[in-house]
Nanobody
């Protein structure tokens, strides 16, 4: 069974930084794209940043210039460096991946989520 395990959330003051980590465990053939989503109370889950297997990245307009997504294919991990955090960044952050379990078996698992709280 494939699992995505997130870590690195917490409480930080506005202007501070946090780094989220997501590690994929289990038997896999290949990881395609990976990404970070977030969901604030009363709001829909939204894409924060994504990265392809080749390293192409995309970001939500609200985090461009402040957040950086990266991945380590050797470690089956994806990271989200968050700088200049704002109270509006407060949310549960979820890791998501497009994974090939085998050459013909594709799955789209989610992590359990990690809370990020930014105080003003």
């Amino acid at each position: 069974q494939v699992q995505l395990v997130e870590s690195g959330g917490g409480l930080v003051q506005a202007g501070g930084s946090l780094t989220l980590t997501c590690a994929v465990s289990g038997n896999i053939y290949h990881i395609n794209s990976m990404g970070w989503f977030r969901q604030a109370p009363g709001k829909q889950r939204e894409l924060v940043a994504g990265i392809s297997s080749g390293g192409t990245t995309n970001y939500a307009d609200s985090v461009k210039g402040r957040f950086t997504i990266s991945r380590d294919n050797a470690k089956n991990s994806v990271y989200l460096q968050m700088n200049s955090l704002k109270p509006e960044d407060t949310a549960v952050y979820y890791c998501h991946a497009d994974i090939m379990r085998t050459i013909s078996n594709r799955e789209f698992p989610w992590g359990q989520g990690t809370q990020v709280t930014v105080s003003s």
